[in-house]
């Protein structure tokens, strides 16, 4: 009965990495399409590489992955997948990431990578009567003048963009590190927002707060080890996208018992369930939520407020905003 209910609830979905949402069967797909040969000589022997300690061990396989990804038709073909996949289990709203320096250093140009995902979400809406925001994100492994140089790039394509993000490896990357090209973000009229706290220390998330002045934290799990950022966090007001079967498959919680999700909502913090990498991580929107619930023996009222939070925290518009309650 709660599954079912949990399945039909609408909901927004406001952290998803596109590139994560390329299913084994579609990524052979496009090898194939696209003539690559991938390491991997099935569907099954790529599924069982899917064992990961860390973060970093994601995210080796996910930027390999995500080579097979060459024409503007593969780039829609991806989000048109994903939109449908969502559209059958409640998710009415998406805020999705996708990282362009993954491609342009392949050689894959912006319009393509930028017109592709585009297209898909302009007819998933039209189709599906699924809403959108898109949001670039920096690699933060990378250097700043390589995000500022993919600023440049993604210039002429701003108005499709609702915000910027920052991911990947977090460890020795903290936010400050791109300090000058957020505040052209900023300046530009762009939301922020980036990972923080999922790996990487608290201090992080304050380094986000201050420096970069985001929107909205990512992941964020690592802030209840500082009670004066919690106290920070709910003064701005700011909410939080967790992301429950990700935490789980990357080591960030042992056990989704001892997710985080709980405590912060106990706390007051504005706090969203989400699925990150589906693909990669054994479940879409609405198994996070289920999961989430299971472990937590979460009441119907908590879940409903979890989607109500969704809605709440998302980047759209007031009288769409309106229209969805
Ligand atoms: N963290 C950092 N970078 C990422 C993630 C994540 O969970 N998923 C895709 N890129
Ligand atoms: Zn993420």
Redesign the pocket.
């Known amino acids: 009965m709660m599954n079912y209910f949990l399945t039909k609830l609408p909901k927004a979905e406001l952290?998803l990495?596109i590139?994560?949402t390329l299913e084994p069967e579609l990524m052979f797909l496009l090898a194939q399409r696209n003539h690559i040969t991938l390491k991997y000589d099935s569907v099954e022997a790529l599924r069982e590489a899917y064992n990961f300690q860390n973060?970093q061990d994601?995210?080796d396989l996910?930027y390999e992955g995500a080579a097979v990804l060459i024409h503007e038709k593969d780039f829609y073909d991806l989000t048109m997948a994903y939109l449908k996949r969502v559209h059958q289990d409640g998710t009415i709203h998406v805020e999705i990431?996708f990282?362009p320096q993954t491609h342009t250093h392949r050689g894959v140009s912006m319009e393509t990578i930028v017109r592709g995902i585009h297209r898909a979400l302009e007819d998933g809406k039209r189709w599906l009567g699924v809403t959108y925001v898109l949001i670039p994100?920096f690699?933060?492994h990378l250097s700043e003048e390589d995000a500022l140089k993919t600023w440049e790039e993604l210039k002429p394509f701003l108005p499709f963009f609702g915000a910027i993000g920052l991911?990947?490896?977090?460890k020795g990357n903290p936010p400050s590190k791109f300090k000058n090209v957020f505040q052209e973000v900023r300046n530009a009229g762009l939301r922020v927002v980036a990972?923080a706290g999922?790996?990487g220390p608290a201090e992080y998330i304050w380094d986000a707060m201050n420096t970069l002045k985001i929107d909205r934290i990512?992941?964020g799990n690592r802030s209840l080890e500082d009670l004066e950022l919690m106290a920070a966090i709910h003064k701005a007001d700011l909410a939080m996208t967790l992301?429950p079967l990700?935490n789980l498959s990357?080591k960030v919680v042992a056990d989704l018992v001892d997710h985080p999700l709980q405590e912060l909502m106990d706390r007051g913090v504005r706090v969203t369930i989400n699925s990150?990498?589906p693909a990669y991580f054994g479940g879409y929107l609405a198994q996070n939520y289920i999961s989430l619930q299971q472990s937590l023996q979460l009441t119907k009222e908590q879940m409903i407020q979890l989607a109500r939070n969704s809605f709440d925290a998302s980047f759209i518009t007031e009288t769409h905003r309106i229209e969805l309650h």
């Not at 991911?167 to 977090?170: A, G, L, P, Q, V």
């Open positions: 952290h990495h590139e994560g973060l994601f995210l996910y990431f990282d994100s690699l933060r991911d990947s490896s977090e990972h999922e790996e990512d992941h992301c990700s990357l990150d990498d």
